[in-house]
């Protein structure tokens, strides 16, 4: 039986309004029309959805939370796009109104930071509640931007007295110590998605000086052994490259005062066959102290161009068990 089909009317305040939704040269208006079975036209001031009962519904939520966000002043981008429709599917898009109205920090030329997906509002939410939170899932979630983020507003709120930043070295595949330079230098390439992090909150101006006064600290995860770290906030990325040993002796550092994020993709794991990896170890030995957050991303909470959340999907299906 053939479904009913409709028409719903959204009315326009201006031209400016439908700028906004359908983008430029209608970009995000044939996006949507991509994922749909509906027609959409704007006519005169207003936008005219034809389709079944049910894509109605999506669509007439859809825009009228695009409207809202664009009437609000909030720019929106063809990421903002397809995460909205993913929502309005579950006519749940009026949680966005909330969600990309928030500010969580500035840059360091003005531009405010916010969350962009459910996943990363869940996240910052853990942070700011538990002393230990493991991020989980692929590239693009901005799991290590906003741990970095959030660990720079902890420190202008003197919640903290200090930055301290590690990753494993393992990705080289040779020792620190067969690298050239000094310890800055060896380290540096590792941490280069920390450091951009930090410029784009800090300026690099700001950063450099927080280096020079020790306020914010680089180390290889190795460096971590034997100290106790308080008043900190720190950050462990690429997680999924620590043995089960160096995961134990990093959570083990944890002093009073400070707060450990623990970022990673175990989909990415580049250490020697044979080798487990801490952070799958840890996520199935903590997972039940309640006081520990784990926040596990989906490609649905990539925040890259549209396209990388499509590659992921497609190499997740690839690895997916054949039958």
Do not use: C, W
């Not at 609000?72 to 309005?88: C, F, K, Q, T």
């Not at 990309?100 to 996943?119: D, R």
């Not at 400070?258 to 030995?285: C, F, H």
């Amino acid at each position: 039986m053939q479904e009913k089909t409709g028409i719903v009317k959204i009315p326009l305040g201006s031209a400016a309004e439908g700028l906004a939704v359908f983008g430029p040269q209608d970009k995000y208006l044939r996006l949507v029309e991509s994922r749909t079975e509906a027609e959409i036209r704007s006519r005169e001031a207003e936008i005219v959805i034809t389709g079944s009962e049910n894509e109605l519904a999506v669509l007439e939520q859809l825009y009228n939370v695009l409207l809202k966000l664009a009437r609000g002043g909030y720019n929106l981008s063809e990421r903002d796009i397809v995460y909205a429709l993913e929502l309005a599917r579950e006519l749940q898009a009026e949680q966005l109104l909330d969600l990309f109205t928030s500010v969580i920090a500035t840059t360091s030329k003005g531009k405010p930071i916010q969350v962009k997906t459910l996943g990363q509002r869940h996240y910052v939410s853990e942070i700011r509640k538990k002393d230990i939170v493991f991020g989980i899932g692929p590239a693009g979630t901005g799991k290590t931007y906003l741990a970095v983020v959030l660990a720079v507003v902890a420190l202008k709120e003197s919640k903290v007295k200090r930055i301290i930043l590690t990753r494993p070295a393992v990705e080289a595949g040779e020792s620190l110590g067969f690298l050239p330079g000094d310890l800055q230098e060896k380290v540096d390439p590792y941490l280069r998605p920390l450091y951009d992090a930090l410029h784009d909150v800090l300026g690099p101006e700001q950063s450099a000086k927080a280096f020079e006064r020790g306020i914010i600290e680089v180390a290889p995860l190795a460096y971590m052994r034997g100290r106790t770290l308080d008043d900190s906030f720190i950050i462990l990325d690429e997680a999924q490259n620590t043995t089960p040993e160096q995961m134990k002796m990093f959570l083990t550092r944890l002093g009073f005062g400070s707060k450990m994020v623990i970022t990673g993709d175990v989909t990415q794991i580049d250490l020697p066959r044979g080798k487990n990896s801490g952070l799958i170890e840890a996520k199935r030995i903590l997972q039940n102290i309640q006081e520990i957050g784990f926040i596990a991303f989906t490609e649905s909470d990539v925040v890259r161009h549209s396209l990388v959340q499509k590659i992921i999907t497609a190499y997740e299906r690839e690895s997916e068990p054949r039958p």
